[in-house]
């Protein structure tokens, strides 16, 4: 079975700096999606960034950006230029790409709290 | 575009009492989902659509019913509810069951006495 884990449970910054938010995942198959989402106080979630598993490339949004590493199952956040607006809970997430069978799954990990010191 | 919208935002429940928490998006997405968010815990899948009339269970299915009558809604159904029904529920919605990007409610808040 497919697990995602978020080894932080709390991380801090300082504004301005950047942060990167650790993420491995376990799985079988070999085409699959990885995200990062936003949860700030509201609960909204929000995308930061996905990542397609059959891109060698790392994806980028702006600010965020992603190291994919499939061979080690890793898949980290990094976060340049930290703002204030940045602080919220990141959960990495996981999405099965099985187009031969009706069956879906999505796995999302524990979350990181993301703490922005002025 | 409303986007995906939640309601209740909030709901006290009684153990034994039924309710529907009902979801709607207007962006014309075929696929639709509702996930469960726990203290310490990710997002869970419960239930999923890929269209109207079709639906499958997701991880954590028991407790829950759904149905799926028309493209833009999508409601949760607790038959029974039980205290460790309590926690905040999310609906999400996409394109297509293979488009990358979900659209997540704003969540309803769920407590079960």
């Known amino acids: 079975a497919q697990t995602v884990t978020q080894s932080q449970p709390e991380m801090s910054v300082q504004e301005a700096e950047t942060v990167t938010l650790s993420c491995t995942y376990d799985t079988s198959e070999s085409d699959y999606y990885l995200f990062w989402y936003k949860q700030p106080p509201s609960r909204q979630m929000i995308l930061v960034i996905r990542q397609e598993a059959y891109k060698q490339q790392n994806a980028t949004e702006n600010r965020f950006s992603v190291n994919f590493q499939k061979a080690a199952k890793s898949f980290s956040l990094k976060i340049s230029d930290s703002q204030l607006g940045d602080a919220a809970m990141y959960f990495c997430?996981?999405?099965?790409?099985?187009?031969?069978?009706?069956?879906?799954?999505?796995?999302f990990g524990p979350g990181t709290s993301l703490s922005v010191i002025p | 575009n409303a986007g995906v919208t939640q309601t209740p935002k909030f709901q006290v429940l009684k153990t034994g009492q039924s309710m529907t928490l009902q979801c709607a998006q207007d962006?014309?997405?075929?696929?639709m989902s509702w996930y469960r968010q726990d203290p310490g815990m990710g997002l869970r899948l419960i239930h999923y659509?890929?269209?109207?009339?079709?639906?499958d269970q997701g991880e954590v299915p028991n407790g829950y019913n759904v149905s799926r009558s028309t493209t833009e809604d999508f409601p949760l159904r607790l038959l029974s509810a039980a205290p460790s029904q309590t926690s905040v529920y999310f609906c999400?919605?996409?394109?297509?069951?293979?488009?990358?990007?979900?659209?997540f409610g704003p969540g309803t808040r769920l407590l079960v006495l």
């Open positions: 999400a919605s996409s394109y297509t069951r293979w488009a990358e990007t979900q659209y």
């Open positions: 962006m014309n997405h075929e696929y």
């Open positions: 997430a996981y999405r099965t790409l099985n187009m031969k069978t009706s069956y879906d799954k999505v796995i």
């Open positions: 659509s890929v269209g109207a009339g079709i639906t």
